[in-house]
């Protein structure tokens, strides 16, 4: 009988509590915040009607795009990738157009979305699975299974992280790429919830909180 490597591993991975540094929000206008990106100056949070992005430095809005923002957020670069129901949106985020949309893996069921290795990678909530997808026509490349319900993704320095939500739980997981075993676990404080997650390429993850309207900072572990 073929056997999860995340379910038989995660109990013994590496746990701490997470470390919170900041709170922003809640913001205006948000019913859920959902996806998060970081393009290098500005945090990128999706709200349900709008993407908006502020300064992580004193926590402003900046700039906002209307679209339909109902998970997961990317950027590659360029381009915010944006999951709306069925579909990923790719936006400019200068003038908001939509240029191009490709199908969602999870047709309505995906959570979190990161960019990496020229691909799209989508979480997948309740199917508790993340899948490296072509950007260009939404062809899955291969699957990574979890034990757990999957929420935001993300990498930084040849690292993959995903968020977990269940109830009151949640955490933010260190994962094997190839195999889905988990490496290491932050847990967040009872009844702080994890949606969008992204790194900003260094010390720190931005957490999306859900219908708190808020992204919390937390620190990432020292290597």
Request: charged content about 20%; aromatic content about 8%; proline content about 5%.
């Amino acid at each position: 009988m073929s056997r999860n490597p995340a379910s038989s591993t995660s109990a013994q991975a590496p746990t701490r509590a997470a470390e919170i540094v900041r709170e922003y929000g809640p913001f205006e206008g948000a019913r859920n915040v959902a996806g998060v990106t970081f393009d290098g100056h500005h945090v990128w949070t999706a709200i349900g009607s709008k993407v908006v992005a502020f300064d992580p430095a004193n926590g402003e809005v900046e700039r906002s795009v209307e679209c339909a923002a109902d998970a997961g957020t990317a950027f590659d670069g360029t381009h915010l990738y944006q999951i709306a129901e069925a579909r990923i949106d790719k936006i400019d985020p200068s003038t908001g157009a939509v240029v191009a949309s490709i199908p969602a893996p999870g047709n309505g069921g995906d959570s979190g979305m990161a960019w990496a290795e020229g691909s799209l990678w989508v979480g997948q909530y309740r199917d508790r699975k993340i899948h490296q997808i072509n950007p260009d026509t939404g062809a899955i490349i291969r699957t990574i299974e979890s034990n757990q319900f999957v929420t935001g993704v993300t990498w930084v320095d040849g690292e993959l992280w995903h968020g977990v939500w269940d109830g009151d739980e949640s955490e933010l997981r260190r994962i094997d790429a190839e195999s889905g075993a988990v490496l290491e676990r932050l847990e967040m404080p009872h009844g702080t919830g994890v949606s969008g997650l992204e790194s900003d390429g260094a010390g720190m993850f931005y957490c999306g909180g859900g219908p708190s309207g808020k992204v919390r900072a937390v620190r990432r572990p020292p290597r």
